[in-house]
């Protein structure tokens, strides 16, 4: 072997004025939604435990470091190839440049070698990969970008983008504080601490030969155990049973297989689940299980009544793998719309993952199949619930700031009973002050764009539904190139309300309230998205029923929607609009919140509950 070198650095270090390589036979960028938030979560919480609003940025020095890992570099010819790595630094590129168009623009240039930079003339990206090059392209202008036959790298960058811009605002946002303000206040000492205080180590070798060699013996899969094999192992040894142990091998075993058909490392989310929902007890417990959870189970042996071998062999047999099925279940509804179940996926498309040990907190052995999924489905829908009326009124959702709400309530449900389970959870809703009609102002802004868009789809297909339509949910939640995008009823002419607006900023900030908003195809937005209401007035009658209630048409020999609208009482927040004035956008604003009322409504816990 050649000589080997080793080089701790800081991102900026890493990456400012480098160029790495990628050679063809690795493989593609692969991470997937899961590790991208985790990433984004361990970050941001590493970064407020020591974050403060009243620190001078220069403090941001003294602030806690980061370890992300190793990468290893073959160096040939003068270029640097990443062997191990490109995972990790493919995800940190895309999450600079998320921060570079949202820094101001005197903060910007101090990220901007680290993502692209200037030699002989030619201008590239530090991670350069040809195939990559038009896309990267459109993330840094801030374009459209078709990935229609695009390579799987590129599609998956484009989507991992994506989930930044959605999840960033809200990990980075300070719980005790509210709105986009006081996020971007943090903004700056975020991105120096992540350049600054975020650390790997470059590993470089001289040969592809040397560098795989050093990157199979960091990876040998022989010697390196997950904190699942840790645990498999601590609770199988003290299992005296020849027999019980070799039968809960095999439920292990087999549990095990069935959650890594999910996805990577689901079968560590799911014993991560199980235990906190059936036994933590502290708000320390859910943070130690989260990152040793191997560790946790052996320093709580007494507390978890493991003292007799056949208390290892339950636990096994019965605990896990009861709430590891239960588990698999619900990861199931979390992936596709299933019927009855609907709010897990709903959860899920909000990347509220603490959904998992609350839906299986108030499951027993003892109750039968029907029970358990009553219980999934009311807590699922009180999950549904809450989220969105933090969304609606500004609030984080999440992980690092809601564990502390929902901690306390996995207490409260555990093992309830349906009806207790029901007072508990309608309880807790009926004490929220912050519902719907608590913010009348609500509005689209950079960072709620994808949760605006996902309510919007559920208005929509609340009131199309409910008027005897098939469901569109998926159709309109769809927001790739043949998908759906928000419309502004107003285009952004400010001549056009000067005579209701005195200035240009409080016209655009009115434009963006939801009642002003609806969900339209994308090629619809780019044909009309600029014309006056006037014009576009005729072309909503063609689109989704909640457009087509601006058209007079809509109330017109439409039993269904008819039907509908006295059902739920709606008869007069329901109005065509020949035009479309400040007041107008009021009435719709309030028609949103009433919908918003009847879709999330506390009531529907107890109708589940009731059959």
């Not at 320390?284 to 978890?304: A, T």
């Not at 569109?472 to 502004?488: L, M, P, S, T, V």
């Not at 028609?591 to 589940?608: H, R, S």
Request: one cysteine or more.
């Amino acid at each position: 072997m050649k000589k080997i070198h080793g080089d701790a650095k800081n991102i900026r270090s890493m990456l400012s004025e480098e160029k790495f390589s990628i050679d063809y036979y690795q493989r593609e960028y692969r991470w997937e939604k899961k590790q991208v938030i985790e990433l984004i979560n361990d970050l941001c919480e590493k970064f407020l435990d020591s974050y403060n609003p009243n620190h001078a940025r220069k403090e941001v020095k003294k602030y806690g470091h980061y370890f992300l890992g190793s990468v290893i570099i073959s160096e040939k010819d003068n270029q640097k190839f990443i062997i191990d790595g490109q995972q990790r630094i493919t995800t940190i590129t895309l999450l600079l440049i998320s921060l570079y168009h949202q820094l101001p623009a005197d903060a910007r240039q101090s990220i901007t070698s680290m993502i692209s930079s200037v030699q002989y003339g030619e201008h590239s990206f530090n991670l350069n990969v040809p195939e990559r090059l038009a896309c990267m392209n459109a993330l840094m202008q801030d374009d459209t970008f078709d990935e229609a036959g695009k390579p799987e790298s590129v599609v998956n960058i484009l989507n991992r983008y994506q989930d930044i811009e959605a999840h960033l605002p809200d990990t980075l946002a300070n719980d005790v504080k509210n709105g986009e303000s006081e996020y971007n206040d943090a903004l700056p000492y975020f991105a120096d601490w992540l350049t600054e205080n975020v650390h790997l180590v470059e590993i470089t070798a001289y040969s592809d030969e040397d560098a795989y060699t050093i990157f199979e013996t960091m990876n040998d899969r022989g010697l390196s155990l997950t904190p699942t094999d840790m645990l498999k192992g601590y609770l199988l040894t003290n299992i005296s049973d020849t027999t019980k142990r070799n039968d809960a091998n095999d439920a292990w075993r087999s549990r095990i297989s069935e959650l890594q058909e999910l996805g990577k490392e689901e079968e560590a989310d799911a014993i991560k689940s199980w235990l906190r929902s059936q036994y933590a007890d502290q708000i320390s417990h859910f943070e130690d299980i989260g990152s040793e959870f191997h560790r946790w189970v052996r320093s709580q042996e007494n507390d978890l009544n493991l003292r007799q071998p056949t208390d290892f062999f339950s636990f096994i047999f019965k605990d896990f793998n009861f709430y590891a099925k239960w588990y698999n279940f619900i990861r199931l509804a979390a992936e596709r719309l299933k019927g009855g179940y609907e709010p897990i996926y709903y959860n899920a498309n909000n990347n509220f993952t603490l959904q998992y040990p609350l839906l299986l907190a108030p499951l027993r052995h003892t109750d039968i199949e029907d029970e358990i999924k009553l219980k999934l489905r009311i807590v699922a829908s009180f999950i549904d619930i809450l989220i969105t009326r933090h969304i609606w009124n500004g609030r984080s959702t999440a992980e690092s700031f809601m564990r502390g709400k929902i901690f306390p309530i996995i207490r409260s449900i555990r093992r309830k009973s349906v009806d207790d389970l029901t007072k508990i959870l309608t309880k807790h809703l009926a004490e929220d002050t912050e519902t719907f009609m608590h913010n009348n102002s609500f509005s689209l802004n950079q960072q709620n764009g994808p949760k605006i868009h996902r309510i919007l789809a559920r208005l929509t297909d609340f009131v199309e539904t409910g008027s005897g339509k098939p469901s569109r949910y998926a159709e309109y939640n769809q927001r790739d190139n043949k998908g759906y995008e928000i419309e502004h009823i107003w285009a952004n002419k400010y001549e056009r309300h000067d005579d209701e607006f005195s200035h240009p900023v409080d016209f655009e900030q009115y434009r963006d309230r939801i009642g002003g908003l609806l969900l339209l195809p994308k090629d619809f937005n780019a044909s009309f998205s600029d014309k006056p209401y006037s014009e576009k007035l005729e072309h909503y009658f063609g689109q989704n029923l909640l457009a087509q209630s601006l058209h007079k048409n809509a109330y017109d020999r439409n039993p269904g929607f008819q039907k509908f609208r006295e059902q739920h009482e709606l008869n007069l927040a329901f109005k065509p609009h020949d035009d479309f004035k400040k007041d107008d956008l009021d009435q719709r604003q309030a028609l949103y919140q009433l919908l918003a009322q009847k879709i999330w409504n506390p009531d529907n816990l107890k109708l589940i509950a009731n059959g």
